[in-house]
C-alpha cells in the first residue's frame, strides 16, 4: 500500500490516497514533479512529508530508469546498486567523495550535512544521471 500524503496537503482523505496511488504509479522522474505541482495548484503548498512523497516518487522512477534496484542509506552514506562505472567515470564520483565497489557494482555517496534523507538519495541518482550526459558517444 503507497504512503499516504498528510492531512495537511489534502484534507479529505480520498483525495489523499488518490494522490498517494498517483505518486506510487509515476514511472518518471517528470510524472512525480507533476503530480507533486499539481497537488500543490489545487491545494497549496506541500508540507514537508508531502514534498518528500514526491521526491521518494521522484528517486523510484530516476532510479527506475537507471536499472538501479538497491538504495539505502547507511552511516551517512547513500548506497546504490546495481550500477556499472567505467574507471572515468569513478574517478569523476570520487572527486565527490564516491566509492565504487565492482564486486558488488554498488556505489557509496556521502550524505552532505545538513541534507534530507530524499534530498542526498535524489544527488546520488543525478550524479549517476549527470555522467550519461557527458560520457562521450
Do not use: C, W
Not at 503507497?2 to 510524472?31: G, I
Not at 521522484?58 to 546504490?80: D, Q, W
Amino acid at each position: 500500500r503507497p504512503p499516504v500524503p498528510p492531512e495537511a496537503s489534502a484534507p479529505e482523505a480520498a483525495v489523499r490516497v488518490r494522490s498517494s496511488r498517483r505518486l506510487a504509479a509515476a514511472v518518471t522522474p517528470e510524472m512525480a514533479v507533476a503530480i507533486g505541482a499539481e497537488i500543490a495548484e489545487r491545494h497549496g503548498a506541500l508540507p514537508e512529508a508531502a514534498s518528500n512523497l514526491v521526491g521518494i516518487a521522484r528517486a523510484r522512477a530516476l532510479a527506475g530508469e537507471l536499472g538501479i534496484t538497491n538504495v539505502a542509506i547507511t552511516r551517512n552514506r547513500v548506497a546504490v546498486s546495481p550500477v556499472s562505472l567505467s574507471s572515468e567515470e569513478r574517478g569523476r564520483l570520487a572527486s565527490f567523495g564516491g566509492v565504487y565497489f565492482e564486486k558488488d557494482r554498488r556505489l557509496q555517496m556521502p550524505v552532505p550535512y545538513g541534507e534530507s534523507v530524499v534530498g542526498a538519495v535524489l544527488g546520488t541518482l543525478d550524479a549517476i544521471l549527470s555522467l550519461a550526459s557527458v560520457s562521450p558517444v
